[in-house]
């Protein structure tokens, strides 16, 4: 009875507001990855045997993180954000590839203002080592397929068909054979 008692007497529990940003861009990225890979194969109507993975490399990960600074302190003028990008060390590579810039403002803006906020608290990121982890037993489940995972930069990289230079922070390129 006085256990009874005591449970009654006590506060309900309080809800954290803490949010698990990594666990979330994780799935995030992980259902994008399955859901291209699905559309991809509906189009093409192929049996895979192989599916290639590739992450963008560092430069791209840099811009995007600039960008999306950029976009959240409300600059999303294409023009001034790639003068921005040029005018910083670090990322002043970017203009021999606009075309990634203007992919990336657009993704950036297709996604949710809370997911944007997630993304920019976490830099470190590492797209290919959760892919390469997490992915590879779903793909061999969903699609009976082997997975392999390289990084854009990656010199021994598996890439007939140049896929690999397509790569975007949070869109990685697919290569289906």
């Known amino acids: 009875m006085a256990t009874q008692e005591w449970f009654q007497r006590q506060a309900w529990p309080q809800v954290s507001e803490k949010i698990d940003g990594y666990a979330i861009q994780s799935e995030e990225l992980l259902k994008s990855i399955i859901g291209d890979i699905a559309n991809i194969l509906k189009v093409t109507k192929i049996a895979p045997q192989k599916i290639t993975i590739?992450?963008?490399?560092?430069l791209k990960a840099k811009a995007y993180h600039f960008v999306l600074d950029k976009i959240m302190s409300g600059q999303t003028n294409m023009g001034i954000i790639m003068k921005d990008l040029i005018a910083?060390?670090?990322?002043?590579?970017?203009?021999?590839?606009?075309?990634?810039?203007?992919?990336?403002?657009?993704?950036?803006?297709?996604?949710?203002?809370?997911?944007?906020?997630?993304?920019?608290?976490i830099l470190d990121f590492d797209e290919k080592k959760l892919i390469a982890s997490e992915l590879s037993g779903l793909i061999r489940a969903d699609f009976n397929v082997e997975m392999q995972v390289f990084s854009e930069s990656d010199p021994a990289k598996y890439d007939p068909k140049n896929k690999s230079k397509t790569a975007r922070p949070f869109k990685p390129a697919i290569l289906i054979e």
């Not at 590739?54 to 560092?58: E, K």
């Not at 021999?96 to 997630?118: A, C, G, M, W, Y």
């Open 88 to 121: 910083n060390k670090e990322t002043e590579e970017i203009k021999k590839n606009p075309d990634f810039v203007q992919r990336t403002i657009k993704d950036i803006l297709s996604e949710s203002t809370d997911l944007r906020k997630i993304k920019l608290e």
């Open 54 to 58: 590739y992450t963008a490399d560092s």
